[in-house]
């Protein structure tokens, strides 16, 4: 089973320049987010998604945008790069939003993202 | 606010060591908490929890809740080199919004 897939794996990018990071799972999920993961900071929420159609802010979404094209597919754009945002994001998907018991958030592999 | 607070931040033991890594939080309507262990990719998921006092156990590693005062703990023991990680505890349940909440994580290192 796939699970949980990111692209790219890695990229560098100048600042100003803008891209765009792919996930999709496969598992049927309602709720997808994006996370940066920053030494020291743990797993901050950028933005989620709680179910198709349905896009929110999380805790640090500036410079950020995302588009959730469907059930499966949660992409985030960084429209103008800046240094600042070099990180490792992560995609990551779960049943629903809530933590009923059994529901638990599965990762993606991490896209690790340089601007210079 | 919402918030998750783990502790120690980072940890070097030797090989055979018994650790306990701790995670505390603040959060309203609280529904699940969740150990992740992550290496040198995604995290991968160990437990949920979401009653006190009820022990989830797998191998050498145990987790238990704390609902009163606000605290899980991880153990592992009898580590070894393959326990080397970040190990990352996640709270759900916030007012309003609904949405994983992160601690740091606690940098394990085994030492053989």
């Known amino acids: 089973n796939a699970g949980v897939t990111q692209t790219p794996k890695f990229q560098v990018l100048k600042t100003g320049q803008s891209m765009t990071l792919q996930c999709a799972q496969d598992?049927?999920?309602?709720?997808m987010y994006w996370y940066r993961q920053d030494p020291g900071m743990g797993l901050r929420l950028i933005y989620y998604?709680?179910?198709?159609?349905?896009?929110d802010k999380g805790e640090v979404p500036n410079g950020y945008n995302v588009s959730r094209l469907n059930k499966r597919e949660f992409s985030l754009r960084l429209e103008s790069a800046a240094p600042s945002q070099t990180s490792v994001y992560f995609c990551?998907?779960?049943?629903?939003?809530?933590?009923?018991?059994?529901?638990?958030?599965?990762f993606g592999e991490g896209s690790w993202l340089t601007v210079v | 606010e919402d918030k998750v607070v783990q502790s120690p931040l980072s940890l070097v033991v030797h090989e055979g060591d018994t650790v306990t890594l701790n995670c505390s939080y603040e959060?309203?309507?609280?529904?699940?908490l969740l150990w992740y262990k992550q290496e040198k990719k995604a995290p991968t998921f160990l437990f949920m929890l979401?009653?006190?006092?009820i022990e989830k156990k797998s191998g050498r590693l145990s987790s238990i809740l704390d609902k009163k005062e606000l605290f899980s703990i991880l153990n592992i023991t009898a580590t070894q080199t393959g326990d080397s990680a970040i190990y990352l505890c996640?709270?759900?349940?916030?007012?309003?919004?609904?949405?994983?909440?992160f601690g740091t994580g606690t940098r394990l290192k085994v030492l053989a």
């Open positions: 979401t009653s006190s006092g």
């Open positions: 998604s709680a179910s198709e159609g349905t896009t």
């Open positions: 959060v309203t309507n609280f529904r699940s």
């Open positions: 598992m049927n999920h309602n709720s």
């Open positions: 996640a709270l759900t349940g916030t007012s309003g919004t609904y949405k994983y909440i």
């Open positions: 990551a998907s779960s049943e629903a939003l809530t933590g009923y018991s059994g529901n638990t958030i599965y």
